[in-house]
């Protein structure tokens, strides 16, 4: 008797093994793999940043010396300045033009979908060739400003992509141009899942459309803005190509972003250690995004749970 109660327990554990061995082998061994890269990689780079590397890596031990060069430079600063008026601008923009898209969708207008294909489309272009497109069109000799003259209108300027003070706003504009559609269709998806009870309920009791959009839509499409904020914070932070194609950090240094400035100390001037003293501070940065974002979950999640 005591045989058979010792053996029992273990065959559906042994049996479940067997069975779960697929999905341990195809999901959870490569993401540990990533995760374990990617944390190797982050300690090695912090690692380097208190080194007096150059060209190569070198051991020795310099303190805060790569921190305190790279936050006294001029390009630090202004690619900091940047990144505060590209992510505040960028975000919002972004925000507001996939919002506005994904509530003209939900009007169950004609041709829905062939609209929303092509508001998703710039998602299936990368970085490289949408910030090239952008320098033709922006470009004062080739693009919009050129065809304008071409048509008779001598008097019309556009070249902020030559302009020191505006030439951040082309990247707001490219950037905008590829990330709204991907925030239509977060929008559109929580628009879509909006209980009709409610909706009904607020049209019985006289409520107008923009009053039932501000009182009774737009409040429950609140976890979706603060997700679609941060993804979109993510995007602006780590912005490398997109600059690189359209403006190349110019003019002189004007369009400078965090990631740039990594790149021109780490692979142009061969300063590797202030190069990852630089990709540190991008990493705190992109922290003081996701962790009060994850803590915010973790307190929904919490109260969910406790509902």
Do not use: C
């Not at 628009?191 to 006289?206: N, T």
């Not at 501000?214 to 993804?231: D, E, G, K, S």
């Not at 001037?269 to 994850?294: E, F, K, Q, T």
Request: proline share 5%; hydrophobic share 55%.
């Amino acid at each position: 008797m005591s045989f058979g109660v010792s053996t029992r327990p273990g065959r559906p554990a042994a049996s479940d093994m067997v069975r779960r061995l697929p999905e341990v082998l195809m999901i959870w061994v490569p993401l540990l793999l990533s995760a374990a890269h990617l944390v190797a990689f982050s300690i090695w780079t912090i690692w380097i940043s208190f080194t007096p590397s150059t060209l190569v890596p070198v051991t020795g031990w310099v303190g805060l010396r790569n921190y305190n060069a790279v936050l006294a430079s001029r390009n630090w600063q202004i690619a900091f300045d940047n990144l505060l008026l590209f992510g505040v601008a960028f975000v919002l923009l972004s925000l507001m033009t996939g919002l506005l898209l994904a509530i003209l969708l939900d009007q169950r207008i004609r041709g829905e979908n062939v609209l929303r294909s092509i508001f998703l489309y710039p998602l299936a272009v990368s970085f490289v060739v949408t910030g090239t497109v952008w320098s033709w069109l922006l470009n004062p000799g080739l693009g919009i400003q050129k065809l304008v003259h071409d048509l008779g209108w001598t008097t019309f300027r556009f070249d902020w992509l030559i302009d020191r003070d505006m030439a951040i706003w082309t990247i707001v504009i490219a950037a905008i141009w590829q990330s709204s559609g991907f925030a239509m269709a977060l929008f559109l998806a929580g628009l879509r899942s909006v209980d009709a009870d409610l909706v009904k309920a607020a049209q019985i009791d006289g409520a107008g459309p923009l009053r039932i959009y501000r009182r009774v839509i737009l409040p429950t499409l609140w976890p979706i803005t603060i997700t679609v904020i941060v993804i979109q914070l993510q995007f602006a932070i780590s912005t490398f190509d997109l600059v690189r194609a359209l403006t190349n950090g110019g003019p002189g240094i004007a369009t400078q972003l965090p990631a740039l400035v990594v790149y021109d100390l780490m692979f142009q001037r061969s300063l590797l250690g202030r190069g990852a003293a630089a990709a540190v501070l991008m990493l705190l940065i992109l922290l003081a995004v996701l962790l009060p974002y994850a803590a915010w979950r973790y307190i929904q999640r919490r109260r969910t749970n406790h509902a």
